[in-house]
């Protein structure tokens, strides 16, 4: 209902129709895709759109993106619109897109564009969260898409839907915004282990696989709200399972030859 983007993949639902607890699984790859700012014209808004169009009805909104698939479902209108002020208030992705809404009732006649960064100047997480203007930059008019380098940009109003790449920080808190109510960065590049300076040229790297166990472990003093997210962790770790296979084959494929000349290599030694 708060998701920025939408899960692709090839979710298997006949798992569940017999007793037994509820399993989420899937087939295949899976992708986070994000649509345009604002819906075609004639349709509802959904997903990323839900926080920039037709807000003075966004929780009728948001509540219709749901029960158009479980008509039957009792949903809080309070509990919805409660969220929605916690988002608004402390989540700097929300209010990147707020700024976009913004901007969209002053001049609903201009065309723009949000530019989710990619890089970020300091570690964005938790207890040293990114600000909105690290997160995301709002582009009016033309632009140049020279060293946009991983960064996502939310076109104004398009057709197609475009996929996250697994190595943007917010690729998991666009996804699961309740998990990361303060758009604290998800998995990056060049996470130093603690105590680590990371301009060391010898400085270890956190690798995706150690990021998300880090996660998925319980500490003291800690929130639980992801170990307590019930079907949601399941999706959630699920999704980062496949994001570390996605990490794992991007490995083979940047280093091929590499693979290759060590397997020769190998060939010669048992000849």
């Given at each position: 209902?708060?998701?920025?983007?939408?899960?692709?993949?090839?979710i298997d639902n006949l798992i569940n129709q017999s007793q037994g607890s509820y399993v989420f699984r899937m087939s295949g790859q899976n992708y986070?895709?994000?649509?345009?700012?604002?819906?075609?014209?004639?349709?509802n808004p959904q997903f990323a759109q839900l926080y920039i169009y037709d807000t003075e009805n966004e929780t009728e909104n948001r509540i219709a993106t749901i029960q158009k698939t479980k008509p039957t479902t009792e949903i809080e209108h309070d509990i919805v619109?409660?969220?929605?002020?916690?988002?608004?208030q402390h989540n700097s992705l929300v209010k990147s897109f707020r700024m976009?809404?913004?901007?969209?009732?002053?001049?609903?006649?201009?065309?723009?564009?949000?530019?989710?960064l990619s890089t970020r100047t300091k570690d964005g997480r938790q207890y040293n969260l990114p600000t909105v203007s690290e997160v995301a930059g709002l582009i009016v008019g033309d632009f140049n898409e020279e060293n946009c380098e991983r960064d996502v940009i939310v076109e104004h109003r398009t057709?197609?839907?475009?996929?996250?790449?697994?190595?943007?920080?917010?690729f998991m808190p666009m996804t699961y915004p309740l998990i990361h109510p303060y758009g604290e960065d998800g998995y990056r590049l060049r996470i130093p282990f603690r105590g680590e300076l990371e301009?060391?040229?010898?400085?270890?790297?956190?690798?995706?696989?150690?990021?998300?166990?880090?996660?998925?472990q319980q500490r003291l003093n800690e929130g639980h709200s992801l170990l307590q997210a019930?079907?949601?962790?399941?999706?959630?770790?699920?999704?980062?399972?496949?994001?570390?296979?996605?990490?794992?084959?991007?490995?083979?494929?940047n280093n091929q030859n590499n693979l290759d000349r060590t397997l020769l290599g190998l060939m010669d030694l048992c000849s």
């Amino acid at each position: 209902m708060f998701a920025f983007t939408s899960m692709g993949g090839r979710i298997d639902n006949l798992i569940n129709q017999s007793q037994g607890s509820y399993v989420f699984r899937m087939s295949g790859q899976n992708y986070h895709h994000i649509g345009s700012l604002l819906p075609e014209h004639g349709k509802n808004p959904q997903f990323a759109q839900l926080y920039i169009y037709d807000t003075e009805n966004e929780t009728e909104n948001r509540i219709a993106t749901i029960q158009k698939t479980k008509p039957t479902t009792e949903i809080e209108h309070d509990i919805v619109n409660q969220l929605s002020q916690m988002l608004d208030q402390h989540n700097s992705l929300v209010k990147s897109f707020r700024m976009a809404r913004d901007r969209f009732k002053e001049q609903p006649e201009c065309t723009f564009r949000l530019r989710l960064l990619s890089t970020r100047t300091k570690d964005g997480r938790q207890y040293n969260l990114p600000t909105v203007s690290e997160v995301a930059g709002l582009i009016v008019g033309d632009f140049n898409e020279e060293n946009c380098e991983r960064d996502v940009i939310v076109e104004h109003r398009t057709n197609g839907l475009q996929r996250i790449t697994d190595l943007h920080p917010s690729f998991m808190p666009m996804t699961y915004p309740l998990i990361h109510p303060y758009g604290e960065d998800g998995y990056r590049l060049r996470i130093p282990f603690r105590g680590e300076l990371e301009n060391e040229s010898d400085t270890k790297k956190l690798t995706m696989r150690q990021y998300y166990c880090f996660r998925l472990q319980q500490r003291l003093n800690e929130g639980h709200s992801l170990l307590q997210a019930g079907r949601l962790l399941q999706q959630y770790i699920v999704d980062c399972y496949m994001a570390i296979e996605e990490e794992r084959f991007r490995w083979i494929r940047n280093n091929q030859n590499n693979l290759d000349r060590t397997l020769l290599g190998l060939m010669d030694l048992c000849s």
